[in-house]
């Protein structure tokens, strides 16, 4: 069962996958846990990830600051769309970064959502709420796509698919 908890918290940290494979691999693949369990374990893993990414990002700007190539080159350009961005950041805050975060697609989510809030300057409150927030719309999405699927909504021999697919 251990393993089982370790396996699905290093599949959630994994880059571009976070709990959109976390949570189907834990209903479809994994043996001993219930869907609940494996929600809640998917879940909290990606909000303290969200909210790592976003710790770590100062020291590591300040760290790639020294080069003066960066500092001269990239730096100037992100604070130029950090300014010119900022206004729809405060108009728009919390509530788009949790869309951000919560859309599960492909370069959206807690990796991408930390390092944009970063660069945008939103304030380490704005992103824990927005996290938190964007996780958990992610995470209800995910698990009710797998709920449908697990229950035969969605499915090869499912009625949808007959419906949709023109399966006989």
Known sequence: MIEEILLLAAITLIPALELRASIPWGFFMGEQLAWPVVVL???????????????????????????????????PILEKTQHRIHPYVEKYGELGVAVFIGIPLPGSGVYTGAFG????????????????IGVLIAATAVTALCMLIMHGFVGKESWTAKLFLKIK
């Open 41 to 75: 374990i998917c879940t909290i893993a990606n909000i303290l990830l969200g909210w790592i990414v976003f710790i770590v990002m100062a020291p590591a700007f300040s760290f790639i600051r020294k080069w003066n190539w960066f500092d001269k080159t990239i730096w």
């Open 117 to 132: 809030s970063y660069l945008l300057g939103l304030d380490r409150r704005k992103f824990v709420i927005a996290n938190v």
